[in-house]
């Protein structure tokens, strides 16, 4: 195989003019080797020769250029790099101050911080349901859903063969009972007399033992479907029995067919009422002492709550702290209505900060502040365009709660209008620990 020497001093696609010895300087021409006619290929754009060399040796200074470019960015001395890492460190205590959001000092308006899941828990007298006594059939019903009733209204009424037996048992041995008594009384004279026997007594005796047992039972069984004296003279009368609500309130479940047949313990009716209730409130971490708390309902019920709770519990499984409060002026509930807790303060001590504007060191929380002077009227984010304030200084606040990005603390020194790093962590520098002076130390 042999290999094509071109010749570099010649512009690509040009004839070789050059003399020659066998041919007597005449041009060289090239022959095609097959007499077949080689495929057409596109026109690619002429160069000029001097062109051509200059963006050669441009495309070599820029291959040298790149090759020194780092030695270029190198510190050119030790005190050079010292600075480097000077800057690289955090740079002075102003920059990083300039460079941080100051937030105003606020009164607690965060929703998160100030508001509890509630609910209402009412007593059990709060509401009712009616359940058949023993296996009956309805008969009718009184009451649609949605009723008001009071205290001894009639809901349901049924047929129980078992109560109505228990009634039937009750009336006829009072005046067997009566019977076998005197019989006795008259055989224990005879007896005495030496007319009968012993025997003659002990059959009454027996009697009257069997017809007592009779008696206890029908009684228990008709006390046990809370039936008194008065409707058992009424259940023999109409057969039926009549389900009558225990509690005033209205009818919210209603299950009743005529006719159909109920088994004992099926519910027939439940009826919602109100009654002394206590507002359990769900909450993580601690309530702020001597703070002022009202329950708001999704009823449009709105009252105090009283200032310590009844009893507090931990829930199971999620760990959040379970408090019931009652109501301040003791009043009656429904229950289950939901709501929220809100919580309000007076106390000046107790503010608003932006949670990530606290830092935490050996069990205790700082803020940096730059100087206020009263009330905020501006608001917004500070970046150090205005006013300057001069250096920071690390405040110890105490943090009742915090919540999404808020925190809830008490602090004597801050005031509303004073400004807080947003990042207490730059502007109070890394590595730099605040003490329980006023100005902190440094390691």
């Given at each position: 195989m042999?290999?094509?020497?071109?010749?570099?001093?010649?512009?690509?696609?040009?004839?070789?003019?050059r003399?020659?010895?066998?041919?007597?300087?005449?041009?060289?021409?090239?022959?095609?080797?097959?007499?077949?006619?080689?495929?057409?290929?596109?026109?690619?754009?002429?160069?000029?020769?001097?062109?051509?060399?200059?963006?050669?040796?441009?495309?070599?200074?820029?291959?040298?250029?790149?090759?020194?470019?780092?030695?270029?960015?190198?510190p050119?001395s030790?005190?050079?790099?010292?600075?480097?890492?000077?800057?690289?460190?955090?740079?002075?205590?102003?920059e990083?101050?300039?460079?941080?959001?100051?937030?105003?000092?606020?009164?607690?308006?965060?929703?998160?911080?100030?508001?509890?899941?509630?609910?209402?828990?009412?007593?059990?007298?709060?509401?009712?349901?009616?359940?058949?006594?023993?296996?009956?059939?309805?008969?009718?019903a009184?009451?649609?859903?949605g009723?008001?009733?009071?205290?001894?209204?009639?809901?349901?009424?049924?047929?129980?063969?078992?109560?109505?037996?228990?009634?039937?048992?009750?009336?006829?041995?009072?005046?067997q009972?009566?019977?076998?008594?005197?019989?006795?009384?008259?055989?224990?004279?005879?007896r005495?007399?030496?007319?009968?026997?012993?025997?003659?007594?002990?059959?009454?005796?027996?009697?009257?033992?069997?017809l007592?047992a009779?008696?206890?039972?029908?009684?228990?069984?008709?006390?046990?479907?809370?039936?008194?004296?008065?409707?058992?003279?009424?259940?023999?009368?109409?057969?039926?029995?009549?389900?009558?609500?225990?509690?005033?309130?209205?009818?919210?479940?209603?299950?009743?067919v005529?006719?159909?047949?109920?088994?004992?313990?099926?519910s027939?009716a439940?009826?919602?009422?109100?009654?002394?209730?206590?507002?359990e409130?769900?909450?993580?971490?601690?309530?702020?002492?001597?703070?002022?708390?009202?329950?708001?309902?999704?009823?449009?019920?709105?009252?105090?709550?009283?200032?310590?709770?009844?009893?507090?519990?931990?829930?199971?499984?999620?760990?959040r702290?379970?408090?019931?409060?009652?109501?301040?002026?003791?009043?009656?509930?429904?229950d289950?209505?939901?709501?929220?807790?809100?919580?309000?303060?007076?106390?000046?001590s107790?503010?608003?900060?932006?949670r990530?504007?606290?830092?935490?060191?050996?069990?205790?929380?700082?803020?940096?502040?730059?100087?206020?002077?009263g009330?905020?009227?501006?608001?917004g984010?500070?970046?150090?365009?205005?006013?300057?304030?001069?250096?920071?200084?690390?405040?110890?606040?105490?943090?009742?709660?915090?919540?999404?990005?808020?925190?809830?603390v008490?602090?004597?020194?801050?005031?509303?209008?004073?400004?807080?790093?947003?990042?207490a962590?730059?502007?109070?520098?890394?590595?730099?620990?605040?003490?329980?002076?006023?100005?902190?130390?440094?390691?």
């Amino acid at each position: 195989m042999s290999a094509t020497i071109h010749d570099i001093s010649r512009p690509p696609n040009q004839p070789d003019t050059r003399p020659n010895d066998r041919h007597d300087c005449k041009p060289v021409t090239s022959t095609p080797r097959h007499t077949r006619p080689a495929k057409a290929r596109p026109k690619q754009p002429r160069l000029d020769y001097l062109d051509h060399l200059d963006r050669l040796r441009g495309l070599a200074l820029l291959t040298w250029i790149c090759a020194l470019a780092p030695a270029c960015t190198a510190p050119t001395s030790e005190d050079d790099a010292a600075q480097d890492a000077h800057a690289n460190a955090g740079g002075g205590e102003g920059e990083r101050s300039a460079a941080t959001a100051w937030i105003p000092v606020e009164r607690p308006t965060d929703a998160a911080l100030l508001e509890l899941p509630a609910q209402v828990v009412a007593s059990a007298a709060s509401h009712s349901r009616l359940d058949a006594p023993f296996q009956g059939t309805v008969v009718a019903a009184s009451v649609d859903v949605g009723d008001r009733v009071v205290v001894g209204d009639g809901v349901v009424e049924l047929r129980v063969p078992v109560l109505l037996e228990a009634a039937a048992v009750l009336a006829g041995t009072s005046a067997q009972l009566d019977s076998h008594q005197a019989r006795r009384e008259r055989l224990e004279a005879l007896r005495g007399d030496g007319l009968v026997g012993a025997g003659d007594v002990f059959d009454i005796e027996s009697g009257i033992g069997k017809l007592s047992a009779e008696r206890r039972l029908a009684l228990a069984t008709l006390q046990s479907a809370g039936i008194d004296a008065d409707e058992r003279r009424a259940l023999l009368r109409r057969g039926t029995v009549i389900l009558r609500a225990p509690i005033e309130g209205v009818v919210a479940d209603l299950d009743a067919v005529p006719g159909a047949v109920v088994d004992a313990g099926e519910s027939l009716a439940q009826i919602l009422g109100q009654g002394r209730a206590r507002i359990e409130v769900a909450y993580s971490g601690a309530l702020p002492e001597g703070v002022e708390l009202e329950f708001i309902g999704l009823d449009g019920s709105r009252f105090a709550l009283a200032s310590a709770p009844v009893a507090t519990a931990i829930e199971p499984g999620l760990g959040r702290v379970l408090a019931w409060y009652e109501p301040a002026d003791e009043r009656q509930l429904s229950d289950g209505v939901r709501g929220r807790v809100s919580i309000s303060s007076t106390d000046a001590s107790i503010l608003e900060v932006p949670r990530r504007a606290l830092r935490l060191h050996e069990g205790k929380a700082f803020v940096a502040r730059r100087g206020g002077g009263g009330e905020d009227r501006g608001g917004g984010e500070d970046r150090g365009g205005g006013e300057d304030r001069g250096e920071p200084e690390v405040v110890e606040v105490q943090v009742l709660r915090s919540a999404g990005s808020s925190a809830l603390v008490r602090s004597e020194v801050l005031r509303v209008g004073d400004r807080v790093a947003a990042d207490a962590q730059t502007v109070l520098g890394i590595g730099r620990e605040p003490s329980a002076g006023e100005g902190g130390h440094q390691h």
